[in-house]
C-alpha cells in the first residue's frame, strides 16, 4: 500500500475510533468513598463488611436498589404531577403510567449526569476537574436549592425543579427536554446516591466510635437517614396568598434592612452595592494575598453572590429569593432570617420585611443589565 | 486500474444523487417550514440544490468519463492543445452569471429577514444564550423588559402563532447561534449586542438548537419554541404574569 492511501484509509477510520468518553469499570462502579477507607484504613474487615452491607442494601450501577421505596417513585407523585407525567407519556404514545425502572434510571444518570455528578454522586466526573462551581457531592444530603428550611432534605419536587429549570450561571443546565417520567427517575437515583451516601458516612462515624458494624445497625442507620428525608415535606416555606406588592417604599425599607447590622446585615457579605464584596467576604491571608474568606461545606472557597447580575442559581421569582432570605442557603455560610428572634423574643424581621429585602434585592440589577 | 477509478467516482456520484433523492422520506431533509419564511427559502434552496446538483452530475460525469477514455493508460487519444479559449470563457462566464442570478434572486429573501424586522419598542421576549442553557426572559406584567416584574423561564420560550413575533437574542458568554431548523431562521448571537429575529409561525412545537459551536457542550444546548394560539397564548402570559407574583409551584409541564 502506498503512503496516501494509508492516509486516507486512518482518516476515514477517524470518526468510526470516536472521541468520547470511555469510562473505565473504576469510573462505573459504586464502591466505597476515599474517606471511608481511609477512615477505616485500620479495619479491613470493617471495610469488606461496609462494602457488603452497601451492595446487598443499594445494591450495583447495574443492579441498584433502594429499600425504602424498592419501584422508585410513582407512587409518591401528587396529584398535579401524576397528571402531568400521564399526559406526558401519552403525547409519546407509552403508557399513562410508563415510569422508569431503577436500572433505567440509573442508566438515564450514566447518559447525562455521570460525567459531571460521578458514579456514587460525588461529584468527580471526568467533567468536574473543568467546571467552577463544582457539580454537587451528593453523598452529603445537602441540597442548596431546596424550598425547605432548617436545612433539612430537599422534598421531590425540589429535585424535579432543579432538573428542569437547571441551575442558572453553572454548568448545570436545564434538562427540561426529558420526559416527565425520566426526569422523576432521576430524581429517584439522586435520592438512591444521596442516602446511600449518608448512611455510608454514618455507618463509618458510628463504627469509628462505637466499633459496631452489622446488618440490624445498618437498617437502622437507612432508617435514621430515610426518616431525614420524610421530614422535608414538613420543612417547606409556603406562602399562601397575594405577595406583599414592590413599591420604592418597600425597596427603600428593604434597603435599610439589608445595611441594618441588626437585622439583615446583607452588606457585611454582599457588600453596599451588591458586588459580594462585603468585608465579611474577603481576607487576607498568611501571604499577604487577599482570598476568599469562606468555604463551602465541600471545602470549596465560596464568593456571596454579585446580586448586581440578576441571575440566580436557585430561581429569579420573588418567592424564590424569599425562601433564601428566610431560610439560608443550605452548605454555605448565607445565614437565614426568617425565624430569627429578636432579644425580646419576638420575631427579628416581620413578614413584611422580608419581602421588602425581597424586592430590594430583585431591583439591584435593574436598568444595569450586563 | 484508471477504470477502476473511473466507476469509483460514477458510484460516489449515483451515492450523493441517491441520497438527496431519499433525503426526505428518510427524515434527513429540513423538518416541515412552519414560518412565513419557509416556502420562500425552500424555493431558494430548491434551487440552488438544482443547479449545484447540474454542476456536480456534469464535472464529475466528464471527470468519469475522461479517465475511462484514458483507460488503456496510452497517450493515444491525448490532444496537443494546450488552450481553448472559447471553452475557457464558456466555463467562466456560465458559473458566473449563474452566481449573480443567484446573488440577484435571494435578496428580496435577504431582506425580508434582516431588514423588515417589525415594530419598534419591547420584543415578545429576549433569549439569552449561555454555555450551555437557553433562558427566556418575558417583560411581565408592566411590558417592559428589565424590570423587577421580568419572569424567566428555562428551555422554551412561548409565542403566539399567526403574529408577527419580535425576539431579542442576547449571549452572556460567547458567540452562540439561535437556530429554529422549522423557522428556517439562524442568526448568530453576540456577546454584548442585542440582535432581533422576527417571524411569523404556525402554532406548534419547535426545536431550537444552537448552531455556532460554543463549547464542549454545544452538542446538548437545545431548547424549544412552542407556538401556542393566540387566545391560549394571551391565557398562558396572564398566568405566568400572575404566577410571577405568587407563592404556588410552578411546572411548565
Ligand atoms: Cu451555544
Redesign the pocket.
Known sequence: MSLRSVLLALVGLLPAAGCGFQPGAAELAWGLSAKSREELAEAPQAQSELARLLEQNFGTPADPRFPPAPQGGLAELKPERRAALERDNQTRGLAADHYPTPLESAELYRVHCLHCHGAAGAGDGPTAASINPKPRDFRKGIFKWAAVKDKARPRREDLTTILENGVYGTAMHSFARLPVAEIEGLADHVRLLSVRGEVETLAVNHFKEEDELDEELFGEHIDTVWSRWQRAESKFIAWEGEIPSDSPAMRARGRELYLDARKGNCVQCHGDAGKGDGPAAWKINAKGKKELAYLDDWGFPIQPRDLTQGIYRGGARPIDIYRRIYAGINGGPMPGIGETKNSQGGPLVSSDDLWALVHYVRSIPEGAGP | MRRVWALLFAAFAALVVASFVHAPERGWWLPEGKSSFAPSTDALIRTILWVMGAFFVLTLGLLVLFIWRQGDGSNAARSDKSSDHRLELIWTVVPAGVLVWLALTQMDEWKAMKFSTPGAGEPIAEVW?S??DWRMRHPGADGRLGSADDWESPYEVVVPAGEEVRLRLRSRDVI?SFFVPAFRLKQDIVPGRAISVWFTAEAGEYDLV?A?L?GWG?YK?AGRVRVLPPEEYQAFVQRQNALQLSGAEVSGR
Open positions: 444564550a454555555q450551555f452562540h444552537c455556532e460554543c454545544h444546548m
